[in-house]
């Protein structure tokens, strides 16, 4: 949840017409539409204080996925929660578009049990 709130409060940036609003309420899911899943790191871009990473998931399916770069794995291997998807995603910093981007926590995968 800490990460959730720290995505959050970097998310958003004053304007002149005042702060603006954190973007990711309106991409945030619902505690019983938040998901997880497993997968193999293949691409990892740095945009400052965010980690972009594009996560294989055990079915070859691709999912990007934006987290903190303070508490993001560097294992290759991840476990990733998410808690927030955009449908169409454009960074400023990278001048990129992702659809769909995910947010969320990434850590190391567990070692599969003997």
Do not use: C, I
């Not at 720290?6 to 002149?16: C, V, Y």
């Amino acid at each position: 949840m800490m990460l959730a709130a720290g995505l959050a409060a970097g998310a958003h940036a004053a304007t002149s017409a005042g702060p603006a609003k954190n973007p990711l309420v309106a991409y945030a899911l619902g505690p019983s539409s938040r998901f997880g899943f497993t997968g193999r790191v293949a691409e990892r871009v740095s945009a400052g204080s965010y980690l972009y990473l594009r996560v294989q998931d055990a079915a070859g399916t691709e999912h990007w996925v934006a987290t903190l770069t303070s508490t993001a794995s560097t294992a290759e291997d991840v476990e990733v929660q998410v808690f927030a998807r955009a449908e169409d995603f454009h960074s400023k910093r990278l001048s990129r578009d992702f659809s769909p981007l995910l947010f969320g926590t990434v850590r190391p995968r567990a070692p599969k049990p003997r």
